[in-house]
């Protein structure tokens, strides 16, 4: 079983659409959790970054952690056509290497 | 300001060439990592340099030779690469290693070719 599970999709949806994107782990030891953008031949952007349990609200983007349940979501609003990209989740214990999702490929549809 | 940046963009090199990837982040960070990206997979840890100093070799191969000459600037020397060394390599920046924040910021990667 890997540590980080993340549907690789890919997910195609209308513009305007919620999506909700997620992640499980199997670490209690995570701590840190983090949302990566990544488009085509490019680099990863960070997108959200939480600290322990709660949720965390950036325009468009919310990102839940629920520790007790060992998930991460990542819900985006209104979604756009530039919203397509690969979404990476991403977590760490203190002092550790960060640990990724495969990765989601959203696809969102004019 | 958040940006890291790798030069070149891509780079084609033969299985007896020597080159260099570069990568330089001027946010103050002391900590800076390699990793290598396939297509349609999450980043791999290569190494991590911490206050300029070697941390982590993730058992990569000696054909790959990590460089920190100072706190902002990073490289990784290439020579007998082989074909299967053909991917996206990304340098990221993070605050403080000792921290573990796990706030890294990457760069926009440069696409190595091996033929």
């Known amino acids: 079983q890997k540590e980080v599970e993340q549907d690789p999709g890919p997910l195609s949806v209308p513009e305007g659409a919620i999506v909700s994107l997620n992640c499980t782990y199997s670490?209690?030891?995570?701590?840190?959790f983090m949302w990566y953008r990544q488009y085509s031949r490019k680099g990863p952007e960070l997108l959200m970054y939480?600290?322990?349990?709660g949720n965390k609200e950036d325009g468009r983007f919310t990102a839940q952690v629920d520790k007790s349940s060992k998930y991460i979501s990542l819900f985006i609003r209104d979604s756009q056509p530039s919203d397509s990209a690969t979404y990476l989740c991403?977590?760490?214990?203190?002092?550790?290497?960060?640990?990724f999702g495969q990765g989601t490929e959203l696809s969102v549809k004019p | 300001d958040t940006e890291v940046t790798q030069t070149p963009k891509h780079l084609v090199m033969g299985m007896t060439n020597k080159k260099s990837l570069k990568c330089e982040q001027h946010?103050?960070?002391?900590?800076m990592y390699w990793y290598k990206q396939k297509a349609k997979k999450p980043p791999e840890l290569m190494f991590v340099?911490?206050?300029?100093?070697?941390?982590i070799n993730e058992s990569v191969p000696s054909r790959f030779s990590p460089e920190c000459p100072n706190s902002s600037l990073l490289n990784l020397h290439l020579h007998a690469l082989q074909p299967e060394d053909s991917a996206l390599y990304l340098c990221?920046?993070?605050?403080?290693?000792?921290?573990?924040?796990?706030?890294?910021?990457f760069g926009p990667g440069t696409r190595l070719t091996v033929t």
């Open positions: 939480t600290y322990s349990s």
């Open positions: 340099y911490s206050y300029e100093k070697l941390s």
């Open positions: 670490n209690s030891a995570f701590q840190y």
């Open positions: 991403a977590m760490s214990e203190q002092g550790g290497k960060l640990i």
């Open positions: 946010m103050g960070h002391r900590a």
């Open positions: 990221a920046s993070s605050q403080n290693p000792h921290r573990g924040t796990g706030e890294q910021y």
